[in-house]
């Protein structure tokens, strides 16, 4: 399997974590790939022009993360990261999904704030942004306390949640998360130590 991935992306982030709890990190070859680069020819595997996207063995592209993260679990023959059925399913994916919300969100911060020329912003539309992060992290700090850490198996609302959380500290290091949700942060912290998380942070770019 080949993986095209940028080294900063949480989305790619939330893979790699993923490919190691399942025993597949090995199998795969990653790709360095710039999506915001007007040579790139992601396109042609991903029309979303986005990363992560996975090429299986038979030559399928499979995008984007959560399509990614489901299917190297299907080939998962230990502990599954997405459970099955029944209300543990739906709890993991919900979890996931805020995650990945608080992190759409953070990408539009990202460029409303820091990317976009001065005369083009919108104060609005960045705090818009800035409120959907805070509801996403409320939602993973009421949860924290049921989260698995550094001992015994993961859900993909885990690797969801440490990989979004650890690139807001890399892009907003003074968003200031911690101090009002305390469950949350002594979870980040204590996942942080687990060989997948510690393998996997990003470094500046």
Do not use: H
Not at 21 to 46: C, F, H, M, Q, Y
Not at 68 to 93: H, Q, V
Not at 131 to 158: K, Y
Request: glycine share 8%.
């Amino acid at each position: 399997m080949k993986l095209r991935y940028s080294p900063t992306s949480p989305y790619v982030r939330k893979v790699s974590i993923t490919a190691i709890e399942t025993g597949l990190s090995d199998k795969i070859e990653r790709v360095t790939t710039d999506p915001w680069s007007a040579e790139t020819d992601l396109g042609n595997s991903n029309p979303i022009g986005k990363v992560p996207c996975l090429i299986t063995d038979g030559g399928m592209a499979i995008y984007d993360s959560p399509v990614i993260c489901e299917y190297l679990d299907s080939l998962n023959t230990g502990e599954k990261l997405i459970p099955a059925s029944g209300e543990a399913r739906f709890k993991a994916l919900t979890l996931a999904a805020a995650a990945d919300g608080m992190l759409d969100a953070g990408v539009l911060l990202l460029i409303e704030t820091k990317r976009r020329p001065g005369e083009l912003k919108w104060d609005w539309w960045a705090e818009r942004q800035t409120s959907v992060i805070n509801r996403c992290m409320d939602v993973c700090d009421a949860a924290a306390d049921n989260l698995a850490t550094t001992d015994g198996p993961i859900t993909i609302a885990e690797a969801a949640i440490g990989a979004g959380l650890g690139w807001i500290d890399l892009r907003f290091p003074d968003f200031g998360w911690r101090k009002e949700r305390p469950a949350l942060a002594d979870w980040f912290d204590k996942i942080s130590d687990r060989p997948s998380f510690e393998q996997t942070v990003p470094k500046a770019a």
